[in-house]
């Protein structure tokens, strides 16, 4: 086979439904859900004119063209971008097989943004899954679901080691999953010690992710508050916080700890007021967090979207790290009235919402 080859593949974009903050604990778990806006990346044969290195064109920035040094794109000290880091990390696994350095030229298009505003969807993550099934299957490997989520993460982790992973597997796999969080720096140091196909092989310890059945009875709503917020800058300001390591945040990992568990034991059982309970109490979690804490994880948008999901019998919160971006609601399947009430009352607060629904495909193609 002639290779590099044409490959084209997606990620979907994906919803925190409970346990943000927490997750990033190795060992601790969190509800997540895939959605039907994709990142898509085009790998194929670089032209003439990238050779020796790649291309990477989107449809948010100016084509970027990189040469490999060393297995690197990237200048000394610089901090990769997500798909320069998917990229390298692919390289590294190919370098091990004995294999050269792809010359690509790479295209790049999203659903999770609107004229460069992005909705807070998971675009890092779902592109970097993308990036790394796009550039691996270009040029001859064969990736499983595992082997495509870890690879990312190893990808992710060099970027940023704090980020929880939960984004990249919910691109990865799809669909509602219970995700429970590995110890990113240890998978790190693996790869760098051993080898990145020894981190592939190597069992990661707490790391699990599991197929969750959709809720019973209930519609998944999300809606958009119009100001973009950044995760890893919420997640940094967690950590530089006393904060960790007090009775108060053990506290806080235990009661999430619970609310997940008991997600997944009404997803699992179709108990939809069950699970309704939960996402309230997560609701109220995340306020005595950000009470304690003062993140700034509730705007008052955000707050209007939970009121009014809460006050049709129904229940909300902001999925993910919160200050802004996306919020969800689970409302009753059957009573339209309820959502349209919901929309009404989301308009007037200034949040738009978003035409989404769960994705359920597995590795996308």
Known sequence: MTWPRTAVRRAPGKLFVAGEYAVVDPGNTAVLVAVDRYITVTARAASP??????????????????????????????????????????G???????????????SITSTLHTGGTKYGLGSSGAVTVATVNAVATACGLELSEQD????????SARIDVKGSGGDLAASTFGGWIAYRCPDRAAALDLARTRGVEAALRTPWPHLAVRRLPPPAGLR?????????????????????????????????VRTSAHIVQACIDALETGD??????????????LERLDGEVG??????????????ADDQGGAGKPSGAGGGDCGIALLDALAPHDLAHVRKRWAAAGVLAL???????????
Do not use: K, M, N
């Open 220 to 252: 998944l709503e999300v809606g958009w508050t119009g100001r973009p917020a950044s995760t890893p800058a919420l997640v940094a300001g967690l950590h530089r916080r006393s904060w960790r390591g007090s009775a108060s945040h053990r506290a806080f």
């Open 49 to 90: 004119a990238s050779a020796s290195g790649v291309v990477v064109s989107s449809d948010l920035a100016a084509p970027l063209r990189r040469t490999w040094h060393d297995g690197r794109l990237t200048e000394d000290g610089e901090t990769p971008s997500p798909v320069l880091s998917a990229i390298e990390t692919v």
């Open 272 to 285: 939809g007021p069950g699970l309704l309970h939960q996402i309230r109490r997560a609701r109220t979690e």
């Open 148 to 155: 495509l989520f870890r690879l990312s993460l190893l990808a």
């Open 355 to 365: 035409p989404v629904a769960p994705a359920l495909e597995g590795i996308p193609t």
């Open 92 to 106: 590294a696994l190919l370098a091990e097989h004995g294999l050269p350095l792809p010359a690509l030229d790479l």
């Open 295 to 308: 993140l700034g994880i509730f705007t008052p948008a955000l707050r209007a979207l939970c009121d009014a």
